[in-house]
């Protein structure tokens, strides 16, 4: 089944580019999460704190 979704999202991934959009895969994911902190403290203010930290944990 994993392997079937790869492979759905690599025939997207390149439908995307093949479309003139740029994909970003290698990027600094620490500063990318920083630089998300305000956001994210919003949507806890409207959302609760609790889900944010749920969806932030997820694996």
Do not use: K, S, W
């Not at 025939?11 to 630089?35: C, V």
């Not at 305000?38 to 203010?45: D, K, Y």
């Amino acid at each position: 089944m994993r392997d079937a979704t790869d492979e759905q999202d690599g025939a997207a991934l390149d439908t995307l580019r093949e479309r003139g959009m740029t994909i970003t895969e290698d990027f600094d994911h620490d500063a990318f999460m920083e630089a998300l902190e305000p956001a994210f403290a919003q949507f806890g203010e409207e959302l609760g704190q609790e889900n944010i930290d749920r969806i932030q944990d997820f694996e």
